[in-house]
Antibody, heavy 123, light 108 residues
Framework: QVHLVQSGADVKMPGASVRVSCKAS????????ISWVRQAPGQGLEWMGW????????NYAQKFQGRVTMTTDTSTNTAYMELRSLKSDDTAVYYC????????????????WGQGTLVTVSS | SYELTQPPSVSVSPGQTARITCSGD??????AHWYQQKSGRAPVVVIY???KRPSAIPERFSGSKSGTMATLTISGAQVEDEGDYYC???????????FGGGTKVTVL
């Protein structure tokens, strides 16, 4: 059974950075990409970006351009999302999810999700 | 920026049909996928590629698309179908994913 296991909850000060990890198992990691999605308290889902685990290509939502970096480590089947210059409204649950993208068709479904990581930004 | 528009809420009685719409300019050329989210849990895909249903999802869930509107239909809604539903697709640039604002479904 495909599994995505995320790192634990974190509390950060405004202006700091956070890195969330997402360890994949039971599938060929490099055959899929990983999208990162966040959900602020009481709000909807927000797509942050996508990374190909095959070649490291990324697409970031314009809102996060310059502030987010997504990477993968194929030796450990782990994806990472780093968000910098944190503000209070970055407080959210951050999810990783497995998904494929192709330039002609666009994004396919996100079929498996991690359990979510709560990041709290507070002074 | 590109948006997918959903109604904020839909309410039906048990056994009735619930329809949730999602409109977006790029939908004629891009797949729509639908997610169910129950409070505090990760979303679960209920329809993918406009109308395909994962094997674990009950047959009462179906999807369709016409022009700029995709629709998720729950035929004979059950109390356990209550939750938030989100459509997900690709924007008109083809580079970015986007979620609709979500629809809260109440079955009572």
């Amino acid at each position: 059974q495909v599994h995505l296991v995320q790192s634990g909850a974190d509390v950060k000060m405004p202006g700091a950075s956070v890195r969330v990890s997402c360890k994949a198992s039971h599938y060929t990691f490099t055959s899929y990409g990983i999208s990162w999605v966040r959900q602020a308290p009481g709000q909807g889902l927000e797509w942050m970006g996508w990374i190909s685990a095959y070649n490291g290509n990324t697409n970031y939502a314009q809102k996060f351009q310059g502030r987010v970096t997504m990477t993968t480590d194929t030796s450990t089947n782990t994806a990472y999302m780093e968000l910098r210059s944190l503000k209070s409204d970055d407080t959210a649950v951050y999810y990783c999810a497995r998904g494929t993208y192709d330039i002609l068709t666009g994004y396919y479904e996100l079929d498996y999700w991690g359990q979510g990581t709560l990041v709290t930004v507070s002074s | 920026s590109y948006e997918l528009t959903q109604p904020p809420s839909v309410s039906v009685s048990p056994g009735q049909t619930a329809r949730i719409t999602c409109s977006g300019d790029a939908l004629p050329k891009k797949y729509a996928h639908w997610y169910q989210q129950k409070s505090g849990r990760a979303p679960v895909v209920v329809i993918y590629e406009d109308r395909k249903r994962p094997s674990a999802i009950p047959e009462r869930f179906s999807g369709s698309k016409s022009g700029t509107m995709a629709t998720l239909t729950i035929s004979g809604a059950q109390v356990e179908d209550e939750g938030d539903y989100y459509c997900y697709s690709t924007d008109s640039s083809g580079n970015h994913g986007v979620f609709g604002g979500g629809t809260k479904v109440t079955v009572l």
